[in-house]
């Protein structure tokens, strides 16, 4: 019989999730850069080459989504639970009662 997963368990397998998968496009990225910077010392310096034109712009957006990570991840991080309950308690009037 499988396990019936509350919602609380499930939001909190979504965001442990997510905050993975950020993390591994982190790491990639960092690691991605760290190719092009060292392709980039290959190159000539002081040409217009096409090649660090490219490189340049491929870093550049890089850099971006680098400095908006830290901040996509601190949404998930410590995971919280959303505390839903199903049933609520029904809210009473006590001005209308009569």
């Given at each position: ?27 990639k990225i960092s ?18 080459l096409d090649a660090?034109r490219i490189i ?43």
């Open positions: 019989m499988a396990k019936t997963i509350d919602i609380n368990e499930a939001a909190t397998v979504v965001k442990e999730s997510e905050k993975a998968a950020l993390k591994a496009v982190q790491d690691q991605f850069d760290a190719d092009l910077a060292e392709i980039e010392s290959t190159l000539a310096a002081d040409l217009p660090q340049n712009s491929i870093r550049n957006n890089l850099s971006s989504a680098r400095y908006e990570l830290p901040q996509l991840m601190s949404r998930y991080t410590p995971a919280t639970t959303i505390n839903y309950n199903p049933m609520p308690t029904p809210v009473t009037d006590s001005t209308n009662a009569g």
